[in-house]
């Protein structure tokens, strides 16, 4: 019989995480989904500054979801993307504002990044639970996964929407114990950003930063576990 030992927030921390996580769950935009996809698509349209101008809509995104959770206000993510094309296409005057609908609709189906499937079918023939947590509202996340026909590989999507905060708040990371009942360090959550990672180590979550870019380190209070320059790490490192 496996030893359990009952937690605070009523959740059951078993012997198995020595055995590898009981789920895995994932960031969406940046982790699964790859967040300069739809500029690329039309980047011939919109010319020379087509990189500078994904990096920026990024940006402001992200820096939309932690000003607005810092105000106590709320708009959600699709809204708040489209507010960051609008800043974009401001700053760029060059772009042609014709393409703003061709953007967003490329945005709600982005592409997967290549290894996305096969790791997802790996770990899932594992046993384990398989999960998005995500800032995107549960149509965005819905149409995506649709999109990268990864939907038989997720058994769950969670929302901050319902919240009406985003991460890195530790209610949004307490959407996945709350469910699954499984103590937090059996988790393992994966996510390409850096900050994304500082706030599911703050609540204990055995964390991996899918750092893509080769990016520096930060957050060094907030260490990952294990740092991968793709998911793929996941099944190469598995128990």
């Not at 046993?127 to 947590?133: M, Q, R």
């Not at 769950?156 to 319902?162: A, E, G, K, L, T």
């Not at 469910?179 to 950003?193: L, T």
Request: glycine share 8%; aromatic share 10%; hydrophobic share 45%.
């Amino acid at each position: 019989m496996t030893d359990a030992i009952a937690l605070q927030d009523g959740s059951r921390h078993t012997d198995g995480h020595k055995d590898g996580p009981q789920a895995y769950v994932f960031d969406a935009y940046g982790t699964l989904f790859d967040v300069h996809a739809a500029v690329r698509r039309h980047a011939e349209a919109i010319g020379p500054q087509a990189s500078a101008f994904s990096d920026l809509w990024r940006v402001k995104q992200l820096e939309y979801t932690w000003v607005t959770s810092l105000m106590g206000q709320y708009r959600d993510f699709r809204a708040l993307t489209e507010d960051a094309l609008d800043f974009c296409l401001a700053r760029f005057p060059g772009v042609d504002r014709g393409l703003r609908a061709d953007l967003l609709n490329a945005y709600r189906r982005l592409d997967c990044f290549p290894e996305v499937p096969s790791v997802l079918s790996a770990l899932k023939s594992t046993g384990v639970k398989i999960a998005i947590l995500s800032n995107g509202t549960p149509a965005m996340l819905e149409t995506a996964v649709e999109a990268a026909g990864i939907g038989g590989l997720i058994d769950d999507i969670f929302s901050v929407d319902p919240l009406k905060i985003y991460k890195t708040a530790p209610a949004a990371y307490a959407l996945v114990t709350s469910a699954y009942r499984i103590a937090a360090p059996d988790i393992a959550f994966q996510s390409s950003n850096r900050w994304d990672i500082a706030g599911a180590k703050a609540i204990g979550f055995t964390c991996h930063w899918i750092n893509r870019t080769g990016a520096p380190d930060e957050y060094r209070d907030l260490q990952a576990d294990a740092v991968f320059s793709s998911l793929e790490g996941l099944v190469e490192s598995r128990p």
